[in-house]
């Protein structure tokens, strides 16, 4: 089993940054890739951004590419997500996720086994 845990959220103004961490344990997740979602109550898990297990591979959505930036320590078992240039639109509860390499699309939710409990991220305009 891992366990991931997001910190890092909160409030924000418009064109501010944040910096999102996901400390994952219970088994190293080194092999493992992980992803960022975002939700709003109501609405499907958005894909946000992704990294393979090593780090030489990213992706990342439309909407936030040249924004944000997900890297990894695998020595820390943690992951990250650097947020600049942020917008209101960007508001939602943000998740962590994990799955092991090669189950599948990382920019699919249904791909990842283990999911944070998620951090808020509010941008005022």
């Known amino acids: 089993q891992v366990q991931l845990v997001e910190s890092g959220g909160g409030l924000v103004q418009a064109g501010g940054s944040l910096r999102l961490s996901c400390a994952a344990s219970g088994r190293t997740t080194s092999s493992y890739a992980m992803g960022w979602f975002r939700q709003t109550p109501g609405k499907e898990r958005e894909f946000v951004a992704a990294?393979?297990?090593?780090?030489?591979?990213?992706y990342y959505a439309d909407s936030v590419k040249g924004r944000f930036t997900i890297s990894r320590d695998n020595a820390k078992n943690t992951v990250y997500l650097q947020m600049d240039s942020l917008k209101p639109e960007d508001t939602d509860v943000y998740y962590c996720?994990?799955?092991?390499?090669?189950?599948?699309?990382?920019?699919?939710?249904?791909?990842?086994?283990?999911w944070g409990q998620g951090t808020q991220v509010t941008v005022s305009s």
């Open positions: 990294i393979n297990w090593s780090g030489g591979y990213t």
């Open positions: 996720a994990a799955t092991p390499a090669g189950s599948g699309s990382y920019l699919r939710a249904i791909s990842y086994n283990y």
